[in-house]
C-alpha cells in the first residue's frame, strides 16, 4: 500500500501500528469516562484541548481492549473515575484508547499483530514508535470486585514514558 501524506505527516502503512484517537466529549459514553464528566475547570474546553494535545504528542499509548459486554471492562472504567490519583497519574503519562472486542467485531486487523489476549479487559502498552512493550493481563491486577490500587499504581509508574 502506498504512504498516505495527510498534513506533514506521512502514513507509511505496514512499517508500524497506527493508532486513531478519539475525543470522547459526552458524559455518559462507554461508562461514563468522558471528559465532560470529569471537568472542574471553568473552560469545558479545557480538557478536550489537553486531550488532544497529548494524541498531538504521541505519548505512550496504552491499548484497552475490551467492549460493552466486559463487566470487568466497566470496573476498570469505573475504577479510574473512583480513585482520581490513579487517574490523574493516567491522563499524566498515558494516552489511553480503548479498542472495541465483540462478536460482531473482533477488530482482528489491529488485534492480530498483538500477543493473544486470554482475557478482558487487555491492556497493550505501546512506546512512542508504536511497538509493543508489555502485554498486561488485568486479572493481575484485581482484587475482589474491582482492582487493587497497589498492582494498578506500581502498573502505570513502570510503564510510564518517563520510567522506561
Not at 486513531?20 to 471553568?42: K, Y
Not at 480513585?83 to 503519562?93: E, G, I, N, Q, T
Not at 492480530?112 to 502485554?135: E, N, T
Request: with cysteine; aromatic share 12%.
Amino acid at each position: 500500500m502506498k504512504p498516505l501524506q495527510v498534513t506533514s505527516h506521512t502514513f507509511d502503512w505496514g512499517s508500524r501500528t497506527y493508532v486513531m484517537g478519539i475525543l470522547n466529549v459526552t458524559p455518559d459514553s462507554f461508562s461514563g469516562d468522558g471528559l465532560l464528566a470529569m471537568i472542574e475547570s471553568n473552560d469545558p474546553l479545557e480538557p478536550m484541548r489537553e486531550q488532544a494535545r497529548q494524541f498531538l504528542e504521541s505519548k505512550c499509548d496504552i491499548l484497552d481492549v475490551g467492549g460493552e459486554w466486559c463487566g470487568w471492562c466497566h470496573a476498570l472504567d469505573k475504577y479510574f473515575v473512583a480513585h482520581a490519583d490513579l487517574m490523574a497519574l493516567r491522563s499524566k503519562s498515558y494516552v489511553w484508547l480503548k479498542v472495541n472486542y465483540s462478536p460482531e467485531n473482533k477488530n482482528e486487523k489491529v488485534l492480530s499483530r498483538y500477543p493473544a489476549i486470554k482475557g478482558y479487559p487487555h491492556l497493550f502498552v505501546l512506546g512512542d514508535d508504536g511497538a509493543l512493550l508489555h502485554s498486561q493481563d488485568t486479572a493481575l491486577l484485581e482484587e475482589g470486585p474491582s482492582y487493587n490500587f497497589d498492582k494498578m499504581k506500581a502498573f502505570l509508574t513502570k510503564w510510564a514514558p518517563e520510567n522506561r
